[in-house]
């Protein structure tokens, strides 16, 4: 995977992002949902078909809160850096027979550096609902097996990622805990294509885009 360009955005988010240490808060999050592989000739011409599989991905964010308004909105403003672990899709996961005739399977990998912007959009009592959008890369690694031939491709892609997010403060703690929150976050997320050449020489576009559902913490450093 190219990580060098990956690595220099995530160092530019962080030095634009964060400053300093006050008030920056931490997040530390799983995400848990289905992943749709669309499959399409690189030609445009012949079999276009989607195989779905379950993902899973862990997640680290800086954010500072209040970092700029739009009119009277306060926008907090992050950088995020995640990892997926290998997710494994086969032409069985489609209801279609023709489909799963193809005798497909692929296998994805990916680490996501992003900026991202949140801010509260409801208040119930102490519990707010947050809308957010990330936006940064993928370095992302496909394998993809179609009957006796094999294709590999990697890439950094641009990558986008909205929700929507519960946010319970857990209250006064003693500790590290004090004015942590815990959250939940119904999220969509999507790379462009990536080109995949198989050992015959013939080439697929592969895309993936992701709906799901993460679990995190968020602790306040200062």
Same mark, same amino acid.
């Given at each position: 995977?190219?990580?060098?360009?990956?690595?220099? &955005?995530?160092?530019?988010?962080?030095?634009?992002? #964060?400053?300093?240490?006050?008030?920056?808060?931490?997040?530390?999050?799983? /995400? %848990?949902? =289905?992943?749709?592989?669309?499959? !399409?000739? &690189?030609?445009?011409?012949?079999?276009?078909?989607?195989?779905?599989?379950?993902?899973?991905?862990? %997640?680290?964010?800086?954010?500072?809160?209040?970092?700029?308004?739009?009119?009277?909105?306060?926008?907090?403003?992050?950088?995020?850096?995640?990892?997926?672990?290998?997710? @494994?899709?086969?032409?069985?996961?489609?209801?279609?027979? /023709?489909? !799963?005739?193809?005798?497909?399977?692929?296998?994805? !990998?990916? #680490?996501? &550096?992003?900026?991202?912007?949140?801010?509260?959009?409801? @208040? /119930?009592?102490?519990?707010?609902?947050?809308?957010?959008?990330?936006?940064?890369?993928?370095? &992302?690694?496909? !394998?993809?097996?179609?009957?006796? =031939?094999?294709?590999?491709?990697?890439?950094?892609?641009?990558?986008?990622?909205?929700? *929507?997010?519960?946010?319970?403060?857990?209250?006064?703690?003693?500790?590290?805990?004090?004015?942590?929150?815990?959250?939940?976050?119904?999220?969509?997320? #999507?790379?462009?294509? *990536?080109?995949?050449?198989?050992?015959?020489? #013939?080439?697929?576009?592969?895309?993936?885009?992701?709906?799901?559902?993460?679990?995190?913490?968020?602790?306040?450093?200062?």
């Amino acid at each position: 995977m190219q990580f060098r360009p990956l690595s220099a &955005a995530l160092l530019g988010c962080l030095c634009l992002g #964060t400053p300093g240490t006050a008030d920056t808060r931490l997040s530390l999050s799983v /995400w %848990s949902g =289905q992943a749709k592989h669309e499959l !399409q000739p &690189a030609s445009g011409a012949g079999l276009h078909y989607s195989l779905l599989s379950h993902s899973g991905t862990v %997640s680290l964010e800086l954010s500072r809160p209040d970092s700029f308004r739009i009119g009277g909105l306060a926008i907090d403003m992050g950088v995020a850096l995640s990892h997926e672990s290998i997710d @494994h899709a086969g032409s069985d996961s489609n209801p279609k027979s /023709w489909i !799963q005739d193809t005798d497909t399977t692929a296998r994805s !990998q990916s #680490t996501r &550096a992003m900026v991202t912007f949140r801010t509260t959009l409801h @208040h /119930w009592g102490d519990t707010r609902l947050e809308g957010g959008v990330g936006i940064g890369l993928d370095a &992302a690694r496909v !394998q993809i097996t179609r009957g006796d =031939q094999t294709g590999r491709g990697a890439a950094t892609l641009p990558h986008l990622q909205v929700g *929507l997010r519960i946010v319970q403060p857990l209250g006064a703690h003693t500790g590290p805990l004090d004015g942590a929150d815990l959250w939940t976050e119904a999220t969509y997320r #999507t790379s462009p294509a *990536l080109s995949v050449t198989f050992n015959d020489g #013939t080439s697929v576009l592969h895309e993936v885009s992701g709906l799901g559902l993460a679990v995190g913490i968020t602790i306040p450093l200062d």
